[in-house]
Every structure is written in structure tokens, then in C-alpha cells.
């Protein structure tokens, strides 16, 4: 069965300090993609930022980078300079092959909390 | 437009009413999902729409009816339901399904309270 695994329920950070954020994965597949996704309180989930497995350059969006180990299978999100703004449950997912579609399968998230 | 939208915001209703959900994107995408999210945990996946037709249903209960009149609209049509269906439904979309690369739109959902 192909898992996600988010093992920090809750992570703090203070403004303008960096974190990261961990997750690993499991999956057989071998042209994939993964997604960080945000979901602030109350508001829509959105993606983050995604990383082509192919690819060996970690992917950077602004403030937001992984740490994409394929072989440690391994899918760490950095974020830098945090803002009160992303405090937010963060969930991981990797596609899960389902028949002849790919769903996604979340992590259990982690909590994000920003301290002024 | 990389929006998808969700009718009703709120929804509360009694173990005896009939209502439906309602979601709609623009973006040409061909598959749809609904999705049962309850607080701090991740989505959990009830139905697939792939081209218009229904092509994974996680033995969600049939109290809970899906609907794709079109490539661009997903119905949820909810009947005799429980008070442990109160939760938030999510909807989301993506360009495909048919390969591991797809990223997914999420809607606003829509906090279902059963009474």
C-alpha cells in the first residue's frame, strides 16, 4: 500500500525564522510528481509547491524550497522567513495509482504555527 | 480563471432532508473529486470523475450520490444522511487523472452540519 508519512502533528516557528517540514513517501511508480499543500483556517487548500521526481533539482517557489531525496524517498518542505501568513495545516501527497486513475494520498498533516 | 467554486458555503440539515451539493470549474479540467474533510485531518477521498464518468467510489454509503451533468459541474446529492457526516466537503479538480503528475484545485468546500 502506498503511504504518506507526516511525523510532526504541530510544528512553532517565530516570524522571519526558517522551517522545515517532513515528509516521506512510498510508491512504485517511476514518472511522478509531488505536492505540498496548504490549508489555512477556515480558507481553501491551496498547492505550494510541487516537485518532479525525474528531476534532481529541488524545487523553489519564493520562500517556499523542498528537499527531494528520491532514493530516501523523502520530501522535506522548507519554508524561509516565515510570515504570520503561513500558519496553516500542511499536507503532503504523493499519487496513488487507483484502476486506471492517480489519486492523491495525503499525509496526516502537520500544524504550522508562526509567533510574532 | 484557475478557480473552482462551491455551493452552498454552509449547509444544515435534518436526517430526513434531501439536498445537494454543487461544484463548477472552468478550467477544462477533465476529472473531478469529492472529498469529506473533518478538522485537522486530511481529505479523504469519496468519488472520482474522470471524462464525465464516475470511476472511483471508495465505498462511500448511498446516502451520498454524485452527479456529473457535465465537464464542468459536480453534484453531491445527499439524502437521509447521519449526524457523522457533518464535516467539510471539499471539491477539487485537475487537468487529468490518467497519469501521477496531476495537481489538484481545491474548492472553498462547504461545512455540512446534520441535525
Known amino acids: 500500500a502506498q503511504t504518506v508519512t507526516q511525523s510532526q502533528p504541530e510544528m512553532s516557528v517565530q516570524e522571519a525564522e526558517t522551517v522545515t517540514l517532513s515528509c516521506t513517501y512510498d510508491t512504485s511508480e517511476s514518472d511522478y510528481y509531488l505536492f505540498w499543500y496548504k490549508q489555512p483556517p477556515s480558507r481553501q487548500m491551496i498547492l505550494v509547491i510541487r516537485?518532479?521526481?525525474?528531476?534532481?533539482q529541488n524545487a523553489t517557489e519564493n520562500r517556499f524550497s523542498v528537499n527531494f531525496q528520491k532514493a530516501a524517498k523523502s520530501f522535506s518542505l522548507k519554508i524561509s522567513d516565515s510570515q504570520l501568513g503561513d500558519a496553516a495545516m500542511y499536507f503532503c501527497a504523493s499519487p496513488k495509482r487507483s484502476g486506471g486513475s492517480y489519486i492523491p494520498t495525503f499525509g496526516r498533516g502537520t500544524s504550522l504555527i508562526v509567533h510574532p | 480563471d484557475t478557480e473552482v467554486t462551491q455551493t452552498p458555503k454552509h449547509l444544515v440539515m435534518g436526517m430526513t432532508n434531501k439536498k445537494s451539493l454543487k461544484c463548477e470549474q472552468h478550467?477544462?479540467?477533465?476529472?473531478m473529486y469529492w472529498y469529506k474533510q473533518k478538522a485537522k485531518k486530511p481529505p479523504e477521498l469519496m468519488f472520482v470523475y474522470s471524462y464525465e464518468k464516475l470511476s472511483i467510489n471508495e465505498s462511500v454509503p448511498s446516502r451520498f450520490s454524485p452527479e456529473c451533468p457535465n465537464s464542468s459541474l459536480l453534484n453531491l446529492h445527499l439524502h437521509a444522511l447521519q449526524p457523522e457526516d457533518s464535516a467539510l466537503y471539499l471539491c477539487?479538480?485537475?487537468?487529468?487523472?490518467?497519469?501521477?503528475?496531476?495537481?489538484?484545485?481545491f474548492g472553498p468546500g462547504t461545512r455540512l452540519t446534520v441535525t
Open positions: 477539487a479538480s485537475s487537468a487529468g487523472s490518467g497519469r501521477a503528475v496531476y495537481e489538484q484545485y
Open positions: 516537485q518532479e521526481a525525474y528531476k534532481q
Open positions: 478550467m477544462g479540467h477533465r476529472a
